[in-house]
């Protein structure tokens, strides 16, 4: 049984007493703070991009969505919940599904990879298209989506013909909110970091298939490239790529008026 939680601990899940206060008898109903998936790609058997030195992306995104995951839920605004917080496979699918199984109101998977120019470097933003937004889009979409194939999302007890419509229109909505969630990791990254040339993009991760969640997939930059490799190592350069994510993810819900 899945059991959320301010920030997870993967092997002995439990709540965060900050987020799972009883209500005093009496008291109206405390007023639901949004769930913030954060989705560290890659693990276990699965290392990712390897750089020419021999970094493992699956660590670097572990590392720094660990600093996301604490940075945000800091700010007391968020429950926030990693779906892996050691170093384990997990199906593309069951990173969905643990997301809908949260209730997440937003998804961010986390990932750093590898370009055949070696010279190219830089964060991007990648929403879901059947379309890619380019050939190194598509080219990277197909290794992500390796693994495995993503399965259908049951909709609710309705004719076919209804649930269509209502799921064509959920659709529509989530890629417009997602699409929006990717500008403001670009606005706010960019402040701090370099970004990749047309660093928001599109294309068919598995991952971001989740026709009710807001989700992005951000590289956090080229682990090909030797002088970003270095950076993405750096401690305090993950901290500041953290600090980046919390502010976009605070602007997004600002806009959305939820937060």
Known sequence: ???????????????????????????????????????????????????????????????????????????????????????????????????????????????????PDTEMRGLSVFTLSTQASDREAAALAISENRADLVGGVKLSRQPRDVGNILLDLTRRQTSNLSIILAHKVVDQLGRDVVLLERPQRSAD??????????????????LSNLAEERLLQQRSYQQKLARGLVRAVENFFAARSVV
């Not at 560290?40 to 290392?47: E, I, K, L, R």
């Not at 991760?205 to 080229?222: K, M, N, Q, R, Y």
């Open 1 to 115: 049984m899945l059991r959320g939680l301010a920030l997870c601990a993967v092997g002995g899940w439990r709540f965060n007493s900050a987020f799972a206060q009883p209500a005093a008898r009496g008291t109206p109903p405390a007023r639901r703070i949004p769930t913030v998936v954060i989705d560290p790609g890659h693990g276990g058997v699965d290392p990712g991009a390897i750089s020419p030195e021999g970094v493992y992306e699956k660590d670097i995104a572990l590392e720094t969505a660990r600093d996301f995951a604490r940075a945000l839920a800091a700010r007391r605004r968020y429950r926030v919940v990693l779906t892996r917080s050691i170093d384990e496979f997990l199906p593309l699918r069951e990173r969905v599904a643990r997301a809908r199984a949260w209730k997440a109101d937003l998804f961010l998977s986390i990932h750093a990879d590898a370009l």
């Open 205 to 222: 991760f598995a991952v971001l298939t989740a026709p009710d969640i807001p989700s992005a997939l951000v590289e956090l930059g080229c």
